[in-house]
C-alpha cells in the first residue's frame, strides 16, 4: 500500500515543502564519464550501469537514439548494448516497451533513501535530477567529447511526488508493469523505496506540466555549475541561496559556511563531491519555489 506522507494542517500541499537536488546518471565514478549534449543541443541523460538490471542499453532509446551507441562510443566499448542499465528515474514512456498502467518512477535505498526519510521528504515535495554533462561531437559513426567544453551539471529531469511505497509492499497491479524497475532487484533492503509522480506540476498554482519529466534540450537555465568554472562541482546560484545568520543551510550535506561565497550577483558553493540527495526547506528559503517553477516552465516547450 502506498505511504502517503502529509505536513500537520492539511492533507494537500500545493506547492513543495522540500526541494531535492538528486544526482543521477553517468559521471567519472559510475559510467566513467559525463552523459552527452549532442551537437543539436538534445540532452541523453545515460543510465549509470547495473549488472542485475533486467533493462539493457541496447533496450533504450531517448530523443530517436537507441543509448547502445552513445555508450559504446564514449566508454570506448567498456559498455555495449548487452550491457546492464539502471534505468532510474525513469520518466520517458517511450524509453523502453511498456506494460499497460505504467507510470514514471523514481527508486531509492540505503543511506540515500534514509537521508530523505530523515528530511521528512514526502507528498507534494519536488525531485530535481541533475547530472554531468559535456557536448559532444559527431564522428564518422560515433561520438566523441568535445575539448573545446567542459564537462558541466545540469538539470534534466523532476518528480513531484505523489505516492511513496516500499517495494516489498508492492500489489500485483504495480508490480505487473513495475516488475522490470531496477529496484524491484533489490527486495534484501527493507529501505527499498519507490516515488510516483502526481499527475500534475502544483507550485503555489497550476502549470501545464506534468508531475514529471524530462528536458529535451540543453538550456543556460538548466546549468548549474558557474559557467567560470573549472571544475564541475563549482554552482552558481541565486543571491537569497545563502546560508543564513540563524544557521539554516541552503542545502543538506552542505553545512560547512566555507562552502558559500557571495558573488556580485550571485552565489558561488563549492558541492560536495559525492552524495546523491541535497535538500533544500522551502520554508526556510521560500524564494526556491519561484526560482524552480520559472527553470521548469520556461523550458516547458523542451521537455518530453
Known sequence: MPISRVYPGGSEVLK??????SRKGF??????????????????????????????FGDIEHCGINLADPVTALTKGRLDSASGAHIDPDLNVTAIARQPGWRPVFGQSGAAQGHLHNQQVGAGDLFVFFGLFRPV???????????????????????????????????????????????????????????????????GGGTSLSGSGCFKHFSS?????????????????PRWCFPK????????????????????????????????????????FPEAVRWMRCILTSNATLHD
Open 27 to 56: 559521471d567519472t565514478s559510475s559510467g566513467g564519464c559525463p552523459s552527452p549534449i549532442l551537437p543539436d543541443g538534445r540532452l541523453l541523460s545515460l543510465p549509470i550501469p547495473d549488472t542485475r538490471s533486467k533493462v539493457r
Open 137 to 203: 561531437l559527431r564522428e564518422g559513426d560515433g561520438w566523441r567529447f568535445d575539448p573545446a567544453s567542459p564537462a558541466r551539471h545540469v538539470i534534466w529531469g523532476w518528480l513531484q511526488v505523489g505516492d511513496i511505497l516500499k517495494v516489498d509492499q508492492a500489489d500485483e497491479n504495480l508490480r505487473h508493469w513495475a516488475e522490470y524497475h531496477p529496484h524491484f532487484r533489490w527486495n534484501d533492503d527493507p529501505s527499498n523505496t519507490l516515488y510516483l509522480p502526481q499527475n500534475r506540476l502544483e507550485m
Open 245 to 284: 545568520a540563524s544557521g539554516e543551510v541552503p542545502l543538506s550535506y552542505h553545512g560547512r559556511t566555507d562552502r558559500w561565497r557571495r558573488d556580485t550577483h550571485q552565489v558561488v558553493l563549492q558541492a560536495v563531491s559525492r552524495g546523491q540527495e541535497f535538500v533544500l526547506d522551502t520554508q526556510a
Open 221 to 237: 537555465s538548466l546549468q548549474l555549475t558557474d559557467r567560470r568554472a573549472e571544475r564541475p562541482g563549482i554552482w552558481a546560484l
Open 16 to 21: 513543495p515543502r522540500k526541494i531535492i537536488f
